[in-house]
Nanobody
């Protein structure tokens, strides 16, 4: 069983960049597809980006396409989310999730393991 652990959140200003990391304890992430999601107060959890286990297949939500970049380094057992041109509406708790099959998905119910989340706050 793999346990994703997010890091890199914080308080930034609008227009700044931030890089989130998802590491794994217990087992290697390399055989899992990984997705990034976020949830703002009072809103549903939102898909952001996903990457297949070997990193050849990636997709993004329209709301972050062109601003966010997902990548993985299986040698370092991490998946990153580079976030640029941040906006106040990007404020949320950000989660990474791992999926057994290695095939990416935009649906949160298809992910098997979730991290505890990291808070990102963007001030105007």
């Amino acid at each position: 069983q793999v346990q994703p652990v997010e890091s890199g959140g914080g308080l930034v200003q609008a227009g700044d960049s931030l890089r989130l990391s998802c590491a794994a304890s217990g087992r290697t992430l390399s055989s899992y597809a990984v997705g990034w999601f976020r949830q703002a107060p009072g809103k549903d959890r939102e898909f952001l980006a996903a990457i297949s286990s070997i990193g050849l297949s990636i997709n993004y939500a329209d709301s972050v396409k062109g601003r966010f970049t997902i990548s993985r380094d299986n040698a370092k057992n991490t998946v990153s989310l580079e976030m640029n041109s941040l906006k106040p509406e990007d404020t949320a708790v950000y989660y990474c999730a791992a999926r057994h099959t290695g095939v990416r998905s935009i649906k949160d119910e298809r992910y098997d393991y979730w991290g505890q989340g990291t808070q990102v706050t963007v001030s105007s």
